[in-house]
């Protein structure tokens, strides 16, 4: 049965069933690093490519290919593929189709680490990142060249949180044979970034996927709705023969199997060649978090709005940065939000950085922790931690002034929530 409603694919999407050997109902942890071929020929086809099946852990695996398949039909695309962290997702989107000399467009609005990913060690592959501000989509236009590879954007980003223009970037890349690729990490269930045009999504599951802040991972999810072939020279990781696989021509290779080009090059060549899959154990700690997302998100948004409209309304704050109160442009692009704006949350105290510092060290429940997305609230300064990093210019182009918060509301009751925050605003 093919579901369409995320409440159900969270529990029952993807391939897994029931365990083939126990019937265990519960997805198995299969702690192995490697797989029993049937015969020679079995083992010959599967290195072939000419059958899909499990050969070596680094490179794919039942448990995660268990998340894998869940997180493919919730996000609508065709297959997917998990690692080590968030990073390592984000960092395989841009190797799988960038070779030295290329170039992409991300948005100014991203996450710290992927920022200093983008503006300084890719830099060592010879790959350019050029950043542009979406609040001008054609401004992703305008900076692109024949080199220029892929967009990337964070559907909710933070410190500013005004949602991606993700539809009119996505329409105008595809005239131009350019992918989009959305990091959805912080509005999972509240947008589905592939309906919206782009061609690949990824996410840390480390934050709402998990939701319960045991483990690291990432994932990358292929849309299977961006016709790689069609565009030839600006795609040549995917079609020129590839020297590393008997000068396989990815879209070519793997046509048969389904649309999957993109994702399956990111398996067999990336993963193969640097490693960093996500470790069996951690798949199966994010199917857990995964089956009572859909819930958990409700109810993280439900608070968020709460808390907004709370802290909008205290005589200590200056200023409240979450969608639910954004106007204009920001709140037509926040409309794009199906069922909720999202848990995260900025806000300035009228008396500056030190009032803002002392507010986080009087928290009682709240954590004070460098994460976002946990089931727990959750509290940051990100100009002195997540984003000190970057240069005062860069921060300031990401939206990080001196005396932000940060909140990540969590699922506790609104009640306990509030009252922690009056207590340490006090
Ligand atoms: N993308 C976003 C939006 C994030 O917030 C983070 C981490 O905070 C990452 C990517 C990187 O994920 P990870 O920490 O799992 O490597």
């Known amino acids: 049965m093919a579901y369409t409603k ?34 020679t020929g079995h083992a010959s086809r599967l290195f072939a490519l000419q059958e899909l099946g499990n050969i070596y852990s680094r490179i794919m695996n039942p448990t995660c290919d268990a998340l894998e398949t869940r997180v493919a039909a919730l996000e609508g695309g065709v297959a997917a593929l998990a690692l080590g962290s968030g990073q390592a997702a984000s960092t395989f989107c841009v190797l799988n189709l960038c070779e030295a000399g290329d170039n992409i467009v991300s948005s100014t609005n991203i996450y710290g680490g992927t920022w ?56 105008m890349g595809r005239e ?21 045009g782009a061609a690949v999504v990824m996410h840390s599951t480390t934050k709402w996927i998990g939701g319960h802040g045991t483990s690291i991972g990432g994932i990358v999810i292929d849309g299977g709705n961006f016709d790689w072939e069609a565009w030839g020279d600006r795609f040549p990781t995917l079609n020129k023969p590839d020297p590393s696989y008997h000068g396989a021509v990815w879209t070519q290779a793997v046509k048969p199997l389904g649309p999957i080009a993109y994702i399956i090059r990111m398996r067999t060549c990336l993963l193969r060649d640097i490693g960093a899959p996500m470790a069996p154990f951690n798949a199966f700690m994010f199917i857990q978090g995964l089956e009572t997302l859909p819930l958990r998100v409700e109810r993280h948004n439900e608070n968020a ?55 986080i060290e009087k928290l009682k429940m709240f954590y004070h922790v460098a994460n976002i997305g946990d089931a727990r609230s959750l509290a940051i300064h990100p100009a002195t931690t997540t984003h000190s990093q970057l240069s005062v210019e860069e921060q300031a182009m990401a939206g990080v002034t001196p005396g932000y918060v940060r909140l990540s509301i969590g699922i506790e009751h609104i009640d306990d929530i509030l009252a922690d925050l009056e207590q340490a605003l006090a």
């Open 6 to 39: 995320p409440e159900t694919i969270a529990l029952h999407g993807g391939s897994h069933r029931a365990d083939p050997t126990a019937g265990s109902v519960a997805v198995p942890i299969h702690q192995t690093t490697s797989f029993q071929f049937q015969d």
């Open 116 to 171: 200093n990913l983008f503006a300084n060690t890719l830099k060592q592959f010879g790959i350019e990142v050029r950043f542009v501000d979406p609040a001008d989509p054609a401004a992703f236009r305008k900076a692109s060249d024949d080199r220029t590879r892929c967009w990337y954007g964070e559907t909710l980003p933070n410190p500013k949180l005004e949602v991606f223009p993700i539809a009119e970037v996505a329409a």
């Open 176 to 196: 131009m044979g350019i992918p989009l690729i959305m990091d959805n990490t912080a509005a999972p269930i509240i947008c589905k970034p592939l309906e919206l």
């Open 305 to 359: 709005v709460k808390v907004a409209k709370y802290l909008a309304g205290h005589p200590k704050v200056a200023k409240v940065i979450h969608p639910s109160l954004a106007t204009g442009e920001a709140a037509r692009r926040a409309a794009t939000l199906k069922g909720g704006y999202g848990s995260l949350l900025g806000f300035e105290l009228k008396a500056g950085v030190e009032a803002g510092k002392s507010f």
